[in-house]
């Protein structure tokens, strides 16, 4: 049981480049997440997901977007990419929407 | 006023001291709540939920106000290990059911 799984760990990417972001869950949770954290700050909610197909915005949607086509997995894309979503970017899965959220490692994005 | 508030900090202590924490939360109908610990460049970790009778698990003790909309979070005999950020989560129903995170509290525990 590995939980909640992100990839890649680090990236540095060029201002215009898109990326996806890979986030994958083994504990058959329906509720996925999407958060970035800037340096010092909390953690703000970009995008989320209540099941296969369904998707939602969050706090700071803008220059992302998502997909969720399984249970498992809750890709986020960043196109045309700029220096402003420069962050740690964390995925989380939850068995419903008030229960405790597990967290995956993290990928640290930087956009220059 | 913010859903959930905490005191930034850092709480800087001794080794072997107790410390508190406290976070209000602004939504009377909230019924969920978490401590959660997150160390430096690292994952957010569930420290413990935090139930209406209060609980201890170890040296952890977490509280719930319903009159006052705070929770607590107690930690006793203090270790190098405890060192860290605690993030209060509560839960809010905004026409959907979501989870707010605090900020985080800071903590230091120093030999």
């Known amino acids: 049981n590995a939980g909640v799984t992100q990839t890649p760990k680090f990236r540095i990417l060029k201002i215009g480049q898109s990326m996806t972001l890979q986030c994958t869950q083994d504990?058959?949770?329906?509720?996925m997440y999407w958060y970035r954290q800037d340096p010092g700050m909390g953690l703000k909610l970009i995008y989320y997901?209540?099941?296969?197909?369904?998707?939602d915005k969050g706090e700071v949607p803008n220059g992302y977007n998502v997909s969720r086509s399984t249970t498992e997995d809750f890709p986020l894309r960043l196109e045309l990419a700029a220096p402003s979503q420069t962050s740690v970017y964390f995925c989380?899965?939850?068995?419903?929407?008030?229960?405790?959220?597990?967290f995956g490692p993290g990928t640290r994005l930087t956009v220059t | 006023r913010k859903e959930v508030e905490q005191d930034p900090g850092p709480f800087n202590v001794p080794e072997g001291a107790t410390v508190a924490f406290n976070c209000t939360y602004s939504n009377s109908a909230s019924q969920s709540f978490f401590w959660y610990r997150q160390d430096c460049r690292k994952e957010p970790k569930l420290l413990m939920s935090?139930?209406?009778s209060g609980n201890e698990d170890g040296r952890f003790t977490a509280q719930l106000n319903r009159a006052s909309q705070y929770i607590s979070l107690l930690i006793r005999d203090s270790k190098l290990s405890d060192s860290a950020t605690y993030l209060c989560v509560v839960n809010v129903n905004t026409g959907f059911q979501k989870l707010v995170f605090g900020t985080g509290t800071r903590l230091l525990v120093s030999p």
């Open positions: 504990m058959n949770h329906n509720y």
């Open positions: 935090v139930y209406s």
């Open positions: 989380a899965s939850s068995p419903g929407p008030s229960y405790e959220q597990y």
């Open positions: 997901s209540v099941g296969a197909g369904i998707t």
